[in-house]
């Protein structure tokens, strides 16, 4: 090059110029990436970088580490913000949600947790209140235990969670269309090398954020764990504008993409591992080797930030984090792939369900009309679930009460074994309920995720069946396959049924298996993996 005393010109491309936000590309929306011709710009870059820095000494070199070390730096900030927007969410989240029950006579602005702490945290349930908390039941001096009270918090409770719904919903169909459902699909998209500005722009972050929390609060059978996703991505493209070596090559920013994908995964289940294997096998379509230490170190810091702002003040990355401490018995797979099958075929029912509700959606007129459609299934979700209380409460909480394991001063109905029918009959109504209502919810205009509600399916008929192997085991401890019951007193955890039944419904809704080992916890108890 220097012989001939220039560089190489660069091939002409077929994309049309266009410019995004005042930042010039050479892509317009819905173009895709030419990968060669990228990767000809960064060469070029790099050229022009070292062809200036000759002669230049010292200043000379600092520029060039400083042009490498730019990756890095990026991944840096990409998982600090991402951290920082999972505690907001989740602090958001729990806030709002509380609100549709009551609010805190000593401060408004404290969810139901903080402003009763005088509760007993170890048997503390979904629903305890306290002196300083005001029901919306008992407003005005009304007696908390009349029929009328009753009728107040439900109401109060139907009302507010439709408003918030509703409110997300609009947001999403004024400020941006982006924003709705979970983003994953259209990351994939995008990391295959397709073009779509708004997708990722400052504006659908904004609405992603504030609407996710309004719609997880609402207590639609939706979750933020996928939409975090959609939420690191936004953070990865804003932040790279700033970087010219991202700014304007969008091969390279897919790299960064990756990075940032797994960082959402890693803080919305606090699993840094999971999050990049996430990345590397459900998202990324080019994940060189250098990338791939990117994307780790980028989800690792990410949970870091988390669990440093510790969003529950319990130290915990997310609030069904477990760690069981009695081991399982080798007669207890046969449950177990009794429950993977009953995951599978759920998960095919949904998936077939589903796809029939989408093609009516583009067929009637339904789609002409989000916002009411939001508003409605909203309406039956709140005046159904009120009703059952492993439906009531925020769904996250719920699923740390079903994987909870149960100590001798447990005060649960999951706990008691004398009233295990009627625990199980309100699992068994909770589990079929939310399943319909998450096919008639997965798809509206609001920001969702389905891995909370999947999860949370498989987690109530996977308790029920831990229940029942727990009573048969304690009806007749004297069995061969039961010698280990002789030794211990409980020697069935339901709770890790119910984890597993997560397990199976995820991989039976999503179809992803592998992955789901690192992604669920990496939960141990006495050495054994799950």
């Known amino acids: 090059l220097e012989e001939e005393g220039g560089l190489p010109e660069l091939h002409p491309s077929r994309y049309s110029k266009g410019s995004v936000d005042g930042l010039d590309t050479i892509y317009c929306d819905f173009d895709t990436i030419d990968w060669t ?58 806030w709002l949600a509380d609100t549709r029950f009551g609010y805190c006579k000593s401060d408004f602005m404290l969810n139901l947790k903080y402003c009763c702490q005088d509760i007993n945290n170890d048997n503390e349930r979904p629903g305890d209140t306290c002196a300083d908390w005001q ?195 080798p007669i207890e797979l046969i449950p177990f792939m009794l429950i993977g099958a009953i995951g599978g075929l759920l998960g095919a029912l949904f998936i077939k369900l589903n796809l029939i509700l989408c093609e009516f959606r583009k067929t009637s007129g339904l789609r002409k009309w989000p916002v009411t459609e939001v508003m409605a299934v909203a309406l039956v979700t709140a005046a159904v679930s009120y009703m059952n209380e492993y439906m009531r409460f925020n769904t996250s909480e719920v699923i740390a009460e079903l994987f909870n394991e149960c100590s001798s001063s447990d005060t649960s109905p999951l706990c008691n074994y004398d009233d295990a029918p009627k625990t199980m009959l309100s699992l068994a109504l909770a589990s079929a309920t939310r399943l319909i209502l998450t096919v008639f919810t997965f798809g509206i205009k609001v920001p969702a995720g389905l891995f909370i509600p999947s999860m949370a399916i498989g987690a109530s008929f996977g308790r029920i069946v831990g229940t029942l192997v727990g009573m048969f085991a304690n009806a007749y401890p004297d069995l061969w396959i039961l010698e280990e019951c002789r030794r211990e007193t409980n020697c069935i955890t339901p709770g890790v049924y119910a984890l597993i039944g997560s397990a199976a419904m995820l991989g039976g809704v999503t179809r992803m298996t592998g992955m789901l080992e690192k992604r669920k916890k990496q939960c141990k108890y006495r050495g054994k993996n799950i």
């Open 37 to 94: 011709r990228d990767a000809e710009l960064d060469r070029r870059q790099r050229l022009l970088l070292d062809q200036s820095c000759k002669g230049q000494g010292i200043v000379g070199k600092i520029k060039k580490q400083a042009y490498r070390v730019q990756a890095w730096v990026l991944v840096i900030l990409i998982s600090a913000i991402t951290g920082l927007f999972a505690a907001v969410i989740d602090i958001g989240v729990d």
């Open 135 to 329: 029901d919306w039941g008992s407003l005005g001096g009304v007696d908390p235990t009349s029929s009328w009270a009753w009728m107040l918090s439900y109401t109060a409770y139907v009302a507010i969670s439709v408003l918030f719904a509703a409110t997300s919903a609009w947001w999403v169909g004024i400020f941006s269309h982006w924003a709705s459902g979970s983003g994953i699909p259209e990351v994939k998209t995008i990391l295959g090398g397709f073009v779509i500005h708004a997708f990722a722009g400052p504006m659908t972050l904004v609405v992603k954020v504030a609407g996710l929390m309004l719609s997880v609060a609402s207590g639609l059978n939706l979750g933020k764990e996928g939409p975090l996703v959609h939420v690191a991505m936004c953070v990865g493209n804003a932040l790279s504008r700033f970087f010219p070596k991202y700014a304007k090559n969008q091969a390279k920013k897919r790299e960064i993409f990756s990075a940032a994908a797994a960082a959402g995964v890693s803080v919305a289940f606090g699993a840094p591992i999971g999050g990049v294997l996430f990345s590397l096998e459900e998202v990324s379509y080019y994940f060189p080797h250098k990338t791939l230490w990117r994307t780790f170190f980028c989800a690792t810091i990410a949970a870091l930030v988390l669990q440093l702002i510790d969003p529950f003040h319990n130290g915990k990355l997310i609030i069904f984090q477990t760690n069981f401490t009695h081991s399982w018995m």
